[in-house]
Nanobody, 121 residues
């Protein structure tokens, strides 16, 4: 059973920083892409950033230059360093892993439970 456990959310003032972490567990051999999505109240879930097993990254335009995604394949962990936070970054942030190869078989896609990030003025 694949699990994604997120940590690092919280309340921060505008201009501040937070670092999110997400660790995968569950007899996993490999994960193709790991990423972060977010969903603000009344809005659709959107991609924030993702990173392939080879290190190729992709960012939403709204976070380019402020957020950095990284990954430790050995620890099966993805990080999101968020700097210069703005109130519009307030959302629940979800970790995602796709094309997961496990001891029990192939898992196409899996989500974490989400962690709240709130940016105040």
């Amino acid at each position: 059973q694949v699990q994604l456990v997120e940590s690092g959310g919280g309340l921060v003032q505008a201009g501040g920083s937070l670092r999110l972490s997400c660790t995968a567990s569950g007899s996993i051999f490999s994960i193709n892409v790991m990423g972060w999505y977010r969903q603000a109240p009344g809005k659709q879930r959107e991609l924030v950033a993702d990173i392939s097993s080879g290190g190729t990254t992709k960012y939403a335009d709204s976070v380019k230059g402020r957020f950095t995604i990284s990954r430790d394949n050995g620890k099966k962990t993805v990080y999101l360093q968020m700097n210069s936070l703005k109130p519009e970054d307030t959302a629940v942030y979800y970790c995602n892993a796709n094309r997961i190869v496990t001891k029990s078989g192939y898992v196409p896609d899996h989500w974490g439970q989400g962690t709240q990030v709130t940016v105040s003025l």
